[in-house]
């Protein structure tokens, strides 16, 4: 499971965790996940106020950031409910039918309007959690590229990584386009292609999400190559440009 399915997994599993509806092997999976990407302390807030009007029956105060939420996207007109403190307050009379819509409605608006994490924000996950995450500096190769630089990161344990280039110039996809290749000698002679990426025009330093083809457990270099639109099969490295190796 990619890094993106992991994120989606991880969202509809904590929106069932506050809703009360996973079982003991999501819960488990829901555990996992949550070391890498937390959860929102928004939906405990509010669920815990929940269980308070339908079990206590006190009123409902919504927690600011929720309240705040609800008022931007619904605007609802000033009432009695609203007290001066800027708390939404619903009192138990109310209270016992409206908090379980509320709180669905939040999950599924959290669900439409959230954002799975950026390409740099990823490879900061996976320095600071994949113990074996391994940076290699990268080098420019010969002079066409001598102001490339940049660094690789990669985790053998999870087959994930990412590399941070800058001073690579911008490529025309209908014409070339850059290649990754990872070399490792444990496993075959032949470098594993490592996925067909661009630079875009006017990007001073950019963050590439790695896509082995095939599993690798022991890289010894990153290369990239400057190939044909859509990449090549076995590069033939004409055109070098960058070199990470350990």
Request: overall charge negative; some cysteine; hydrophobic content about 45%.
């Amino acid at each position: 499971m990619n890094v993106e399915d992991r994120w989606t997994r991880f969202e509809e599993l904590d929106a069932g965790r506050v809703l009360g509806d996973l079982d003991a092997a999501e819960l488990a999976e829901w555990q996992e996940l949550s070391r890498d990407f937390g959860s929102d302390d928004a939906l405990d807030q509010l669920a815990a106020e929940v269980e308070a009007v339908l079990i206590l029956e006190k009123p409902l105060v919504l927690p600011p950031a929720v309240a705040a939420r609800l008022k931007r996207e619904f605007a609802p007109s000033p009432s009695p409910a609203v007290k001066s403190t800027g708390k939404i307050v619903i009192g138990p009379w109310l209270g016992w039918a409206v908090a379980a819509c509320l709180l669905g409605l939040l999950v599924v608006n959290r669900l439409i309007s959230s954002q799975p994490p950026t390409a740099e924000q990823r490879r900061s996950l996976l320095v600071e959690k994949a113990a074996d995450a391994k940076r290699l500096p990268f080098a420019p190769v010969g002079n066409s590229y001598s102001a490339a630089k940049g660094e690789v990161v990669w985790s053998d344990s999870r087959q994930e990584g990412y590399m941070t280039l800058s001073n690579i110039p911008a490529n025309d996809p209908a014409k070339r386009q850059y290649q990754l290749w990872i070399v490792d000698p444990a496993r075959d002679e032949i470098p594993v292609d490592g996925g067909v990426f661009d630079i875009p025009a006017g990007a001073t330093s950019v963050v590439i999400p790695i896509d082995a083809k095939l599993a690798v457990r022991n890289p010894a270099a990153f290369v990239i190559t400057l190939e044909q639109p859509g990449g090549v099969v076995k590069s033939k490295q004409e055109v070098v440009v960058a070199l990470a190796k350990s």
